[in-house]
């Protein structure tokens, strides 16, 4: 397997521990999937199959607040993870309904406080409701349908954000990248680690 969909799999297995009927088969085949898509440019030319309009519109307003533009990237949505989560949510059908109840949960609890859907509030307002459900810890257990669906998002965004071209330059990145050279590892992170060549 090639660095890059090592790179994948490993970004997308933390999806797994949330998803117990998530075998390791039916992960690798989604990271190799999406790295292909991710390669040759399939996802920025795939239309969503999983999500409605509305739903893509909330996911993309979502992936946002979580990984906004900054100086270093662009964000979440201009790295196309709405469009990879669709595309997860098609491979791995058991994220669907975590997807679709979580996105449900997010309007129904924004008309509860506010009378609108989630695309609507204002930054005060989404920032207010995203406090209740974004540190588990501190959540009421009212909230617990709120915290699982944000948890996963948060998980999937992360992971279509960083396996993204776009993702793995922010994290400067530069696997299967030829060396002239290499020197090995400086004695001080060999000490560090216990280790020395001396062996």
Known sequence: MKRRESLKLIAIASLAAAFPGCTEDKIEHA???????????????????????????????LVDIIIPADNRSGSASEANVPLFIDFMMEDAPE????????LAWMDAASNGSFEKNFVQLTEGEWKALLDKIAYPDSAKVSDKD???FF?????????????????????????NTPQGSWEGCSHEA????????DA
């Open 95 to 102: 994220l669907q309904t975590p997807v679709h109840d979580g």
């Open 151 to 175: 948890t996963t998002l948060r998980d999937l965004t992360a992971s279509g954000f960083w396996s993204s071209k776009m993702g793995m330059q922010d994290l400067n990145y530069t696997g």
């Open 31 to 61: 990271a190799q999937k999406a790295g292909q898509a991710s390669s040759d440019g399939g996802l920025s030319e795939r239309n969503p199959t999983q999500l409605s309009a509305h739903e893509f519109a909330t996911i993309t307003m």
């Open 146 to 148: 709120g915290v699982s």
């Open 190 to 197: 060999m000490e560090h680690l216990g280790l020395s060549y």
